[in-house]
């Protein structure tokens, strides 16, 4: 997959061509345009197929650290929205708020909340739409840099990322591979160009101040001369030490790394460094190659679109070609659905006829058996209403009950029975239950293979006791006179000893 990250660094476009693949991210296209060259612009990305994506800048940006137990991930997002809904003072109309998940288990979740200004979005998007640029995706620059760095620098996992850009210095501090802080300082290079061409308008033209600039030895920067630009870039560094200082007291001393226009003057990191030494490590790393450095946040928006990250693309800016898409694949399924809806109807349709006409085949075979048994003469036609007419007179004549359908109760019906017969319950009623020993169901016939006639027939014979022979009498009573399933048609025994009773009676038909 092929993703084009692209970086609005006013007056510039930066723009990453990388392709993404499941073992590596290899960078095919590395370019800088000005804003004013749209055609330039729109030449690289007119036949581009791939995925486009850009950021939010730091200045434009706020965060809030949150830190809550949990138990489950399937709502933290949701948790995390209540909290910066309890907690803002800002409007929804006005602002959007992101969570950023960066670690989660079931003791404790760790997230970031990014929050942004509608307008800001609003003006990038408009800087893009007039360079037809429908971006799929807008992240944060500060976590593009990040990605960038253990992109390049896979180990890494603490570091201070200063990048040097046109329109601002972006100040990233990476604590265990996660985001923690960044500070946005204005200016950016362009306003040191600006202080040198305010020195040097008397004897050089605008289009030439960049090359001087490049020529100057920051190290030996003369005040005299430069007084403007000596003025800006100690105040710019100043800063700059004050946030590498502020970042340092909180999370210690770190490795620094620039990326941005290093090159926009000569010993401009070495001049940068003199004034943070005390707060960061020596870097022992190798120098990233400068092109590559210049398009740190462009490469890192690109090999992260595919990641867990931010994405401030929603609600109002949704990408208007994703609705497009979604429209059309709205389209192709419903297509789809209405063409597997035909294809299942035609389908049904030719089975059921294929059935149907299958059993008018059998039925046909076996009324001319039937005739012959029943009606002495043969049954020929090949309409189906006079088949289906024939068969339906033909079952009526031919009725006859399965022999193999139970027609007793059954053990649990019987057992049911016995249980909540009236004499027991009236027993138990008057302190003397009837106790059951034993049941025994027993099936004396049932139709066979070799006697398919022989009726059903089941037996039950029943053991209990009770100390009051009068409950005894009343439940044999009961027996005899045929209540419930016993069948007093047939014999009935019943025999005492000991206070215990036993009695045996067959049981009548289902349909007795």
Request: glycine share 4%.
């Amino acid at each position: 997959m092929q993703i084009l990250g692209i970086t609005l660094d006013k007056p510039f476009f930066r723009l990453a061509l990388v392709e993404k693949t499941k073992k590596r991210s290899q960078i095919l296209y590395l370019k800088t345009f000005p804003i004013s060259d749209v055609e330039g612009v729109k030449q690289l990305y007119k036949a581009f197929t791939g995925k486009i994506c850009s950021s939010i800048s730091a200045k434009n940006l706020l965060i809030r650290e949150l830190e809550f137990q949990s138990n489950t991930k399937k709502h933290l997002e949701q948790i995390i929205a209540f909290q910066a809904d309890a907690t803002s003072h800002l409007s929804e109309t006005e602002v959007l708020s992101i969570p950023y998940i960066q670690h989660a288990n079931k003791e404790k979740t760790n997230a970031l909340l990014f929050t942004v200004l509608r307008s800001g979005i609003r003006e990038i998007l408009d800087t893009f739409g007039k360079m037809e640029i429908d971006p799929d995706s807008m992240t944060a620059a500060p976590l593009a840099l990040i990605t960038f760095l253990k992109w390049k620098i896979p180990h890494i996992q603490d570091a201070f990322i200063i990048d040097l850009g046109s329109d601002e210095w972006t100040c990233v501090c990476m604590d265990k591979g996660t985001l923690k802080k960044f500070h946005s300082i204005s200016g950016g290079i362009e306003s040191l160009l600006e202080a040198l061409w305010e020195d040097r308008k008397k004897n050089l033209i605008p289009k030439e101040i960049t090359g001087i600039a490049k020529q100057i030895d920051l190290l030996q920067l003369q005040s005299t001369l430069n007084s403007q630009l000596s003025s800006k870039m100690l105040a710019m560094r100043k800063e700059l030490a004050r946030v590498i200082y502020s970042f340092s007291n909180h999370f210690g001393q770190k490795t620094i790394f620039f990326t941005g226009r290093v090159d926009a003057f000569g010993q401009l990191q070495e001049f940068l460094e003199e004034a943070i030494t005390d707060s960061v490590k020596p870097n022992l790393f190798e120098e990233i190659p400068k092109e590559e450095q210049k398009h740190a946040t462009s490469i890192g928006i690109a090999i992260g679109f595919s990641e867990p990250s931010v994405q401030f693309l929603q609600d109002e800016f949704y990408p208007k070609k994703n609705w497009r898409k979604m429209g059309l694949s709205s389209i192709y399924l419903c297509a789809m659905s209405l063409l597997m809806a035909l294809g299942l109807m035609g389908f049904s349709n030719y089975s059921f006829h294929a059935n149907n006409r299958k059993m008018i085949s059998s039925l046909q075979s076996t009324l001319h058996e039937w005739d012959q048994i029943l009606e002495k003469e043969i049954f020929v036609t090949d309409k189906e209403e006079e088949i289906l007419e024939h068969w339906e007179k033909a079952t009526k004549k031919y009725t006859k009950e399965y022999a193999y359908i139970l027609r007793c109760p059954k053990v649990a019906q019987v057992l049911s029975w016995i249980y909540q017969h009236p004499a027991i319950l009236s027993a138990e009623n008057d302190q003397d239950p009837i106790e059951i020993k034993s049941i025994r169901y027993q099936l004396i016939s049932y139709p066979k293979i070799d006697s398919p006639k022989d009726p059903y027939v089941a037996k039950v014979e029943m053991e209990f006791q009770t100390a009051s022979p009068l409950n005894a009498r009343k439940f044999h009573e009961a027996i005899y006179q045929g209540e419930g399933w016993a069948d007093n048609t047939q014999e009935i025994q019943w025999e005492v000893a000991d206070q215990k009773y036993l009695i045996s009676f067959y049981l009548k038909e289902n349909n007795a």
